[in-house]
């Protein structure tokens, strides 16, 4: 799922412009893969605050927020995004000129932004947009001090500063509840745990919100001593590692019963005991990290953390957060 907002980025201009405008003018292809390591950070500041904003990420801090007055344009990605489906009714009226991986140029100059907030994986979409004189916001949360920071930006930019303070509180409480929750778990008793990103043999390392979540959820993180913000493993890696839980990026295009069936996977303690589990698509980026965290405690623990307990917990954030009942299941 990761660099930090408003970093500076240089690109060697090795290609001409010609290839650069057919990089962001393409048709948006494919689903969305894990998120990789960033590249070299940009420069540029964004404006002191935004009334036309295209959010190509951070949509669903903008969701907690409530600034879509503020908003003209979204990803691709975003039409099937579940929570925005429940707090915007009109989503689909949104026009959207492409995504972190691919915008398409024409459209977004049409929609005359003040503010574009992205990722820093395309360095030579973040320079084309500067160059057309578009303030350029790079979101890419290393932890949750990040994505505080990040939530805190985006409010000054949006102007909501005070709902943000508000945002960011309410996650740091929530989660502080559940570390409170979890602290008289005995150290023996926490699982060791993987993370699968888009690959199922692609594994979250140390870096990153995910890994923070798993410690902070009473899980061990397996990809612990992985310097980076994933990794792809060996099978008989994997095999080795032997993780009592595993969990699977809400967006992969595998599932459970995938790594359930597969004879590569019979050995693995999580497959025998059946403790493999999906997440759902939030994004790792915004307040519904909290949902996650509880759902990873819930993973973990389920005699500690009932499923009761879990809906009753997540509802009361989503409804103080984003304003609506929550719906999802444990």
Known sequence: MIGKISKTSRWTLAVGALALLLGLTGTILGGRPERPCPMAPAGGSPPQEAHRAVLFEGYEIVAALKAWDRVVGISHYAYDNDLLKQVLPNLKQIPSPGTGFVVNAESLLALKPDMVVTWDRKPDQVDFMRRQGIPVTLIYPEGLADLYRDTLRLGRLLGQPERAEKVTQLMAR???????RLAKIPAAAHPRVVWLWGKPTTITGNKGVVGELITLAGG???GGKVDNFNQELSMETLVELNPEVV?????ASYGVADLLRDPKWQ???????GRVFKASRAS???PRVVVLAWWMAHCFFPQEISPAEYRQTVDAFYRECFGI???GTP
């Not at 929530?174 to 409170?180: D, F, G, H, M, P």
């Not at 969990?247 to 967006?251: T, Y």
């Open 220 to 222: 061990i993180n397996l």
């Open 325 to 327: 009942p929550y719906e």
């Open 267 to 273: 050995t693995i303690r999580a497959v025998k005991t």
């Open 284 to 286: 790792t980026w915004s």
């Open 174 to 180: 929530n989660l502080e509840a559940l570390r409170q």
């Open 247 to 251: 969990l699977i990026w809400g967006s």
